[in-house]
């Protein structure tokens, strides 16, 4: 397996092997989602890959740990299913009629199915008045199954997937609830949590909970014949808490304005003040950085550490936010000439797509 340890040879890789198959599956399942029959299903659907495809080209990254050509593509046309539930269900339970704890629990019960390849489908709208999409939503967890199946290391991950999972679907319920039950229920999801991990504030966790990056990087290593059982819980204990949580800590500061105005929740809002909000992120960017020692290939995992922060420091929301350019400016000088690297690469690439 040659996996990129230098940030030119990442991105020359993500640019040749991974962004063509992210789009040709991307491409698929827009083409899928425009016949889909409710019209409210079929808006939130094309609305999720619209606007959210740089999800599903973050997270093909991964795919370079993948065993093999063939093994890649299978891994890639799982992160972009995955990703696509993932997109889609966040617009229909934030963006949509409905705002019944009980219909985003039955929705997100397709997350944990799609890492379940013997999982029996279910009426995942059971909940809402839309129903029909067709089988969009059947047809994209059943991909996922499809690829797991056939992996090698499947067995030794499946338990912590389904731990990442549930995080991962809690988070989406409790946020997305009545406005003024989101954060008692996210206190109380926190509290049941808290002893399983280190020092951190309630929106910190719920931070770490928010993230596909620990699935995806664990069913790239499944692929291989040669899987270490130990490698299940390294990728888990590398990935959450701090690097999930360094990843969508730094999606929510960048959103602040955009939040501020919908009247959404940010988990940004609930530092005191600037140099708190700098001090953390700081931490987590730190011990991020540490836990990519412990895990295999540690340089490929240390390069997408930095990627986050000079990805998410090029987005055009923090040119127009002064206190998040200020912040962004620090985090970008802890992660140095790389996370600069990936800062241009970024800049350059917005720029080509634009």
């Given amino acids: 397996m040659n996996v990129p340890s230098q940030p030119w040879t990442l991105m020359k890789r993500v640019y040749k092997d991974v962004l063509p198959y992210v789009h040709e599956e991307l491409n698929y399942w827009r083409e899928r989602a425009e016949?889909?029959?409710?019209?409210?299903?079929?808006?939130?659907?094309?609305?999720?890959?619209?606007?959210?495809?740089?999800?599903?080209?973050g997270g093909g990254i991964y795919s370079l740990l993948s065993n093999g050509p063939t093994r890649q593509k299978d891994v890639i046309k799982f992160i972009v299913a995955y990703q696509t539930i993932s997109d889609y269900l966040d617009n229909l339970c934030d963006r949509s009629t409905s705002l019944d704890p009980l219909d985003f629990e039955q929705l997100h019960r397709s997350m944990p199915h799609a890492l379940k390849p013997e999982a029996s489908l279910e009426n995942y709208y059971l909940h809402r008045e839309e129903q029909d999409d067709g089988g969009y939503l059947h047809d994209l967890v059943q991909t996922c199954q499809t690829v797991l199946v056939n992996l090698p290391g499947f067995p030794h991950i499946e338990d912590t997937l389904k731990e990442l999972a549930d995080h991962y679907c809690n988070l989406q319920v409790h946020k997305h609830v009545k406005k003024d039950e989101r954060v008692p229920r996210l206190k109380d999801?926190?509290?049941?949590?808290?002893?399983?991990?280190?020092?951190?504030?309630?929106?910190?966790?719920?931070?770490?909970?928010?993230?596909?990056?620990?699935?995806?990087?664990?069913?790239?290593?499944?692929?291989?014949?040669?899987?270490?059982?130990?490698?299940?819980?390294?990728?888990?204990?590398?990935?959450?808490?701090?690097?999930q949580g360094l990843h969508i800590m730094m999606d929510y500061l960048i959103d602040q304005e955009e939040d501020r105005a919908g009247g959404d929740l940010n988990f940004c809002f609930y530092y005191d003040?600037?140099?708190?909000?700098?001090?953390?992120?700081?931490?987590?960017?730190?011990?991020?950085?540490k836990s990519t020692k412990e895990l295999p290939h540690a340089r490929f995992h240390s390069l997408v550490t930095r990627g986050l922060l000079g990805i998410y420091a090029s987005?055009?929301?923090?040119?127009?936010?002064?206190?998040?350019?200020?912040?962004?400016?620090?985090?970008?000088?802890?992660?140095?000439?790389?996370?600069?690297?990936?800062?241009?690469?970024?800049?350059m690439y917005r720029k080509i797509k634009a």
């Fill in 35 to 57: 016949h889909i029959p409710n019209e409210e299903l079929r808006t939130q659907a094309l609305a999720s890959i619209s606007s959210k495809t740089f999800h599903c080209e």
């Fill in 189 to 243: 999801w926190f509290d049941q949590n808290k002893n399983t991990l280190p020092p951190m504030s309630w929106y910190e966790f719920s931070a770490c909970a928010g993230s596909t990056i620990g699935i995806f990087c664990l069913i790239s290593y499944a692929t291989h014949d040669g899987f270490q059982p130990d490698w299940a819980n390294k990728v888990k204990n590398g990935y959450f808490p701090w690097i």
């Fill in 273 to 289: 003040d600037e140099n708190e909000m700098v001090t953390r992120l700081l931490h987590f960017f730190q011990m991020a950085d």
């Fill in 315 to 347: 987005d055009e929301k923090v040119r127009a936010q002064k206190d998040v350019r200020t912040v962004t400016k620090r985090l970008m000088r802890a992660g140095g000439m790389t996370a600069y690297y990936y800062y241009w690469n970024s800049m």
